[in-house]
């Protein structure tokens, strides 16, 4: 989603180009065929001359997610270039500089403090959205979830193999056929909603990223069983939802959720962690329960590479996002039974995260040249 936001971009710069070049750097360059970068960026260049070119042995230093474009008329001559980063969560970076896209409008960018403000004004963490945001949150949260939706929806009804050379199978509707027949039925049917999802972004269609594409398959799976259980209306869900973005907007301010920086706990770690907090408020969690479980979310999975086989978004993240999802209900169950005092803040985690991140060697960030990638192929 980077990249095609920023091909997006740079063809409106200069839209009477002949031709257009991207060179692709470093950990997009490494797995840019596997996540369908190439198709992406020809999608948002939309011209029958386009470039594109793979450099996975050059890694910029501001991130390994680099990419440079071009655009030359007839002649041959550079009309323009730009170079940019995909930072992760569809989001944009120049190097040195603020994110391209919307600047955060929340004034407060820790969850300590945001749950400060929530004890002094008496009121919740979705108040505390909704006060910033406005009323428009709730429409596009709306379209959010039925987004969501209509994806398990979809990918409960493939079948088949998966694109790419891995010919990987899908699983959701198996999962799911068998979940309903099972009286303790709970974790095949979480596990058929997030492979469903996932299932659906290997496929190369509409997901919604929470907080990444590869860990779009959590915070749905955790939200439809929790609404079908507990017979949750609109309001509820949305709310909910509220609760798991703010969550995740604080990693991204503080943090990273990009798996080519701090791995795949940037990403499915960030999504456990989301989806716990947001399962905790539905259980009628306190602040400290809220924060308790979101920290957990995210400290079990601290360590986690990202090493997908082949470059595809396929083995182990889809895997990984079923195991999650229930990973996320575990740990807001688990911090239901305290009063919520717990040593290790969310905060403190999300640094814990990135100073994780910062030591995990290259290959086990998005490059598919270690761990499970080297060892299949």
């Known amino acids: 989603m980077g ?3 920023a091909g997006t971009i740079f063809k409106k710069r200069f839209p009477n180009a002949s031709l257009y070049r991207v060179t692709l750097f470093g950990s997009l ?16 260049l939309a011209s029958m001359g386009v470039e594109i070119l793979f450099r996975p042995d050059i890694t910029k230093p501001f991130h390994s997610n680099g990419m440079f474009f071009e655009a030359f008329n007839e002649k041959q001559e550079l009309l323009g270039s730009w170079e940019v980063y995909s930072v992760g969560g569809s989001a944009l970076k120049e190097a040195g500089e603020n994110p391209i896209s919307e600047p955060s409008i929340y004034p407060l960018t820790s969850f300590n403090a945001i749950m400060q403000w929530c004890h002094d004004e008496h009121k919740e963490l979705w108040q505390y959205v909704e006060t910033y945001e406005g009323e428009a949150i709730w429409e596009y949260l709306a379209e959010v979830w039925a987004s969501m939706q209509t994806t398990i929806d979809r990918g409960l009804k ?24 099972e009286e303790k039925r709970a974790h095949g049917i979480i596990f058929a ?13 509409i997901v919604v990223t929470a907080p ?5 398959g959590v915070v749905p799976a955790v939200l439809r069983y929790l609404k079908e259980l507990y017979n949750l209306d609109q309001t509820d869900c949305l709310r909910a939802l509220a609760v798991a973005g703010l969550l995740g907007n604080i990693v991204k301010f503080n943090g990273s959720i990009s798996g080519a920086e701090v791995g795949c706990q940037g990403e499915v770690g960030v999504a456990c962690s989301m989806a716990a907090g947001m399962a905790s408020y539905l259980f009628g969690g306190n602040l400290q329960q809220i924060d308790y479980a979101a920290e957990m979310g995210l400290e079990h999975h601290l360590g986690m590479t990202c090493d997908p086989i082949a470059g595809y978004v396929q083995v182990p993240c889809i895997e990984r996002n079923a195991v999650a999802a229930i990973r996320a209900i575990d740990a807001a169950e688990y911090t239901s039974y305290t009063d919520g005092a717990h040593k290790v803040s969310f905060d403190e985690i999300i640094q814990t995260m990135v100073e994780t991140g ?11 040249l ?4 080297k060892r299949y192929l």
């Open 358 to 368: 910062k030591d995990m060697n290259t290959k086990y960030k998005e490059t598919s």
């Open 212 to 216: 990444t594409c590869g860990a779009c």
């Open 370 to 373: 270690g761990g499970l990638a």
């Open 193 to 205: 909603y997030a492979l469903a999802t996932s299932e659906e972004n290997a496929s190369g269609n």
């Open 3 to 5: 990249p095609f936001n």
């Open 29 to 44: 360059a490494a797995t840019g065929k596997g996540h369908l970068t190439d198709d992406a960026l020809h999608q948002a």
């Open 158 to 181: 493939q079948s088949g193999v998966l694109p790419g050379i891995l010919q990987y199978p899908r699983k959701a509707s198996k999962f799911f056929a068998k979940a309903r027949k």
